[in-house]
C-alpha cells in the first residue's frame, strides 16, 4: 500500500515520503509540507496562523486529487481513507473516521468519565473515554510499541506454523531422487 500510494501521489504535494497509518478501519496519509517563510522575529502565534493558512491552502487546492486517490484505495482495500498534513508544528488531520466503540464499564469508570464531563474537559462520556484512550497513548507510547512488535513477532510465528504451505520448488531447482530413481 505504501508503495502504491508513493507512486499514486504528485510528487509535489509531500516533503519526503508521507506517514500512512492503517488499523483495522481506515487509513491515514499525513504528509509534511513546506512552512512558510517568515523572519526570525516572527512571534509564535503568526508562526502558527501562517501554518494554518498553509494548511488550508493546501486542502482546498488538493481535495479533488485526494478524493480520486481516497476513492481509488478505498475500494482496493474496503477502508475509509482520511488525510492530513504537517506544516511546521502545526499537525492537522482533515477528515478521520469515528468508529463506535461499545464497552462495558463498572461505576469506578464511569465516574471517571463524569468527572471529566463535569470538569468540562469534555463534552460527553464518549468525549471523555476519547480522551483517557489518547492520554494513555501518549504516556505508553514506547510500551505499546513494544506490544505491537510483539503481536507481528506472534503473527509471524503462526503463518510458518504446521498448517503453513511449504515454498513450491523452482524449475531450477534440482530434483530430488525418489525411491524409484
Same mark, same amino acid.
Given at each position: 500500500m505504501r508503495g502504491w500510494l508513493t507512486g499514486r501521489l504528485p510528487s509535489d504535494w509531500f516533503e519526503g515520503e508521507p506517514e500512512v497509518s492503517i488499523d483495522r478501519d481506515e487509513i491515514l496519509?499525513?504528509?509534511? #509540507? /513546506?512552512? /512558510? *517563510? *517568515? $523572519?526570525? @522575529?516572527? +512571534?509564535?502565534?503568526?508562526? +502558527?496562523?501562517?501554518? @494554518?493558512?498553509? #494548511?488550508k491552502q493546501f486542502r482546498e487546492d488538493t481535495r479533488e486529487r485526494r478524493i480520486e #486517490?481516497?476513492?481509488?484505495l478505498e475500494h482496493a482495500t474496503g477502508k475509509k481513507v482520511a488525510w492530513g498534513v504537517q506544516c511546521g508544528d502545526t499537525r492537522t488531520v482533515f477528515t478521520s473516521l469515528s468508529a463506535p466503540v461499545m464497552t462495558r464499564l463498572r461505576q469506578p469508570e464511569r *465516574? %471517571?468519565? $463524569?468527572?471529566? %464531563? $463535569?470538569?468540562? %474537559?469534555?463534552? +460527553?462520556? +464518549? $468525549?471523555?473515554?476519547?480522551?483517557?484512550?489518547?492520554? %494513555?497513548a501518549q504516556h505508553s507510547e514506547s510500551w505499546l510499541a513494544e506490544l505491537r512488535d510483539a503481536m507481528a513477532k506472534v503473527e509471524d510465528v503462526r503463518r510458518a506454523g504446521p498448517d503453513a504451505q511449504p515454498p513450491t520448488p523452482t524449475d531450477e531447482s534440482p530434483s530430488t531422487p525418489t525411491e524409484e530413481s
Amino acid at each position: 500500500m505504501r508503495g502504491w500510494l508513493t507512486g499514486r501521489l504528485p510528487s509535489d504535494w509531500f516533503e519526503g515520503e508521507p506517514e500512512v497509518s492503517i488499523d483495522r478501519d481506515e487509513i491515514l496519509v499525513v504528509g509534511r #509540507i /513546506p512552512a /512558510p *517563510q *517568515q $523572519d526570525g @522575529e516572527a +512571534s509564535a502565534a503568526a508562526r +502558527s496562523a501562517a501554518e @494554518e493558512g498553509r #494548511i488550508k491552502q493546501f486542502r482546498e487546492d488538493t481535495r479533488e486529487r485526494r478524493i480520486e #486517490i481516497a476513492r481509488e484505495l478505498e475500494h482496493a482495500t474496503g477502508k475509509k481513507v482520511a488525510w492530513g498534513v504537517q506544516c511546521g508544528d502545526t499537525r492537522t488531520v482533515f477528515t478521520s473516521l469515528s468508529a463506535p466503540v461499545m464497552t462495558r464499564l463498572r461505576q469506578p469508570e464511569r *465516574q %471517571v468519565l $463524569d468527572t471529566l %464531563v $463535569d470538569a468540562g %474537559v469534555a463534552r +460527553s462520556r +464518549s $468525549d471523555a473515554l476519547g480522551w483517557c484512550v489518547k492520554l %494513555v497513548a501518549q504516556h505508553s507510547e514506547s510500551w505499546l510499541a513494544e506490544l505491537r512488535d510483539a503481536m507481528a513477532k506472534v503473527e509471524d510465528v503462526r503463518r510458518a506454523g504446521p498448517d503453513a504451505q511449504p515454498p513450491t520448488p523452482t524449475d531450477e531447482s534440482p530434483s530430488t531422487p525418489t525411491e524409484e530413481s
